[in-house]
């Protein structure tokens, strides 16, 4: 039997060394799903319970492997279901190519049964590169193109094959007129660093500041060395954007955390204080919580020219590899012999950790949800791959979460959508089967689809050689981030209609499908508990019954934003006593620590 254009498909995803296609089936990808069959299931195709969820897990496989990811879903409603794990991708920066099928071309613009204009719905967030295939002779170039522009851009693309194209015999391009070939898959990225004398420029507003603050985003994930050198020389202190959380550890002393909404004092007090602002591969959005404008000289790092330059005005700005670019700079940078700077960030870094801990042991009814993440640090094993998923969860992950050396972790940054953190989880999983994988998910994302993913777990999970999987759920029957975003941003009280859940198990459901599932109901079970789910040999859901009334609130929060929460109180909400007595306890430990 000829190749059809499908085998062809599979084939070269092969030479492109794609191990994993995540997706689900439909008539519209048949010719794919039987050429699995007949390639015996190489790619390994790793069915999720939903397209959304394939798109988010390669997505997750892809942040966590640095390979693209790819996932695969039929015409029509399964193509659909792709976007918001590719809109996900995209924003974050993160390669992920997307196959799709199409109704047949005999019948493409006679309004067929499940027939969707791909291009133009696919032109946004596949906008890199997104082509749909009219003979066989377009491939390879197109998947070439497809899996090249991906990793260049880190960027989400996709590729349309009609369903009768799928199962036509495979025809190479020819050489003539009009036909288009390709190239040995692969695809190494460029060395590129800033020129000299921009190099120069940065040195010397470097030298010239006596209070140097660093930002670093994943940009500066392969940059981690260079920009502890740089620190050691200009004694400045590091805050890390979101997404930047696992590129430096969080037990260096001048290390400040996360910055922004989710952020800790410390980074704050950087930003507020600091006379010249050196910005590593991050996008990070709010200016707000940058210098003022005008009481910091800046400089930014960036490979991509066109992030450059936007969030805040720099002086300086160096496109290039934060590493390459970084080395050039180093030896040019004056090593400050006052070191008075990075004693007060190492003294703010201090007491905001005694702050944290202070914090996790307020007394809650039952279970105060930075306790839950507090206990973990010191269990944390030393290898462990983080996800969390949108809502309140992202504020104790960004805070409380003590990273080391050799840990990664992740989150839906920029799109900030629920439902990313059990799917990145077992993208995780498929990425680095030898390592332990830990998501934190609030009981909102895992009604909303986290549940149905732990399918996906039981059903995959003897392929994992570190069975070491566990879904932490803050259960507070309470869509809680957007309870306290009304209460804090719009001075409303919970409006007990929209953000009340229906009560569930979801260690019981966990234990229903063959996992485990512990239930946490006291505070003095969550060390237990953690130590028994990182011993298990199944993966595990650890049910903590939180308390909706402990403030997520960053410890930098503006008087406005306390007033509106006051306010919403006195309008009525119905949590007002819990509330208020709560946030004034996990308030007041910033006071104790500065007495201490």
């Not at 237990?528 to 019954?545: E, G, T």
Request: hydrophobic share 40%.
């Amino acid at each position: 039997m000829a190749p059809t254009v499908a085998d062809y498909l599979l084939q070269r995803l092969r030479e492109w060394g794609v191990e994993r296609v995540f997706g689900y089936p439909g008539d519209g990808i048949n010719g794919i799903i039987a050429a699995l069959g007949r390639a015996d299931d190489q790619p390994r195709f790793v069915q999720a319970r939903h397209e959304e969820m394939a798109a988010f897990e390669a997505t997750g496989y892809a942040k966590f492997s640095g390979k693209p990811g790819v996932c695969l879903a039929t015409s029509g409603p399964g193509a659909i279901h792709l976007l918001n794990g590719l809109y996900d991708a995209k924003l974050d920066h993160v390669p992920v190519v997307a196959i799709v099928g199409q109704t047949a071309r005999s019948a493409i613009g006679g309004s067929y049964q499940q027939e969707v204009d791909l291009l133009t719905l696919y032109k946004d967030v596949a906008g890199a590169y997104v082509q749909e295939a009219a003979v066989s002779a377009q491939l390879p170039n197109l998947l070439d193109r497809a899996m090249r522009i991906a990793m260049a851009e880190h960027a989400p693309t996709a590729i349309i094959i009609p369903s009768d194209l799928q199962e036509e015999e495979y025809e190479p391009p020819a050489h003539a007129f009009k036909n288009v070939p390709s190239s040995t898959p692969g695809y190494q990225p460029p060395v590129t660093r800033a020129p000299d004398a921009e190099i120069e420029k940065a040195a010397g507003i470097l030298n010239e500041g006596s209070k140097v603050a660093i930002l670093v985003g994943q940009g500066a994930r392969s940059a981690a060395a260079e920009v502890m050198e740089v620190a050691e020389l200009t004694g400045a202190g590091i805050a890390k954007a979101l997404l930047g959380k696992d590129v430096l550890p969080d037990d260096l002393p001048y290390v400040t955390g996360a910055i922004g909404l989710l952020g800790t004092r410390p980074s704050y007090e950087l930003m507020r204080d600091c006379d010249t602002l050196l910005i590593v591969g991050s996008n990070f959005p709010y200016s707000q919580f940058l210098p003022e404008f005008g009481d910091a000289r800046g400089i930014q790092i960036d490979i991509d020219g066109r992030m450059i330059g936007m969030r805040y005005p720099t002086e300086v700005n160096l496109v290039g590899d934060a590493a390459e670019t970084l080395r050039a700079l180093i030896p040019l940078v004056k090593r400050k012999k006052k070191r008075s700077w990075r004693e007060t960030i190492e003294e703010n870094v201090a007491r905001s950790w005694s702050v944290i801990e202070r914090q996790a042991h307020v007394e809650a009814d039952p279970v105060n949800p930075m306790l839950l993440f507090w206990e973990l640090n010191p269990r944390l094993p030393a290898d462990t791959i983080v996800t969390s998923d949108s809502g309140s969860a992202a504020n104790w992950y960004a805070r409380d979460l003590k990273f080391r050396a050799g840990m990664r972790g992740s989150l839906s940054g920029t799109l900030a959508t629920m439902g990313c953190g059990v799917p990145y989880a077992i993208g995780a999983k498929f990425a680095h089967p030898d390592r332990p994988v830990i998501a934190f998910v609030g009981d909102g994302a895992m009604q909303m689809n986290g549940m149905n993913e732990l399918i996906t777990m039981k059903r995959y999970m003897s392929e994992w050689s570190d069975p070491r999987l566990i879904v932490a759920v803050l259960h507070n029957n309470d869509l809680n981030q957007v309870t306290w975003e009304l209460r804090a941003m719009s001075g409303a009280p919970k409006f007990v209609e929209s953000q009340a859940l229906p009560e569930m198990s979801y260690a019981g459901f966990a234990r229903s499908l063959g996992l485990e599932g512990l239930e946490v109901e006291k505070p003095d079970a969550i060390g237990p508990a953690w130590d028994r789910a990182l011993a298990a040999d199944v993966p595990v859901v650890i049910d903590v019954r939180c308390d909706p009334d402990i403030p997520p609130i960053p410890p930098h929060a503006e008087f406005e934003q306390m007033k509106d929460a006051a306010e919403a109180i006195i309008k009525g909400d119905p949590d007002s006593y819990g509330v208020v007595r709560k946030g004034l306890k996990t308030k007041a430990q910033e006071m104790f620590a500065r007495k201490s």
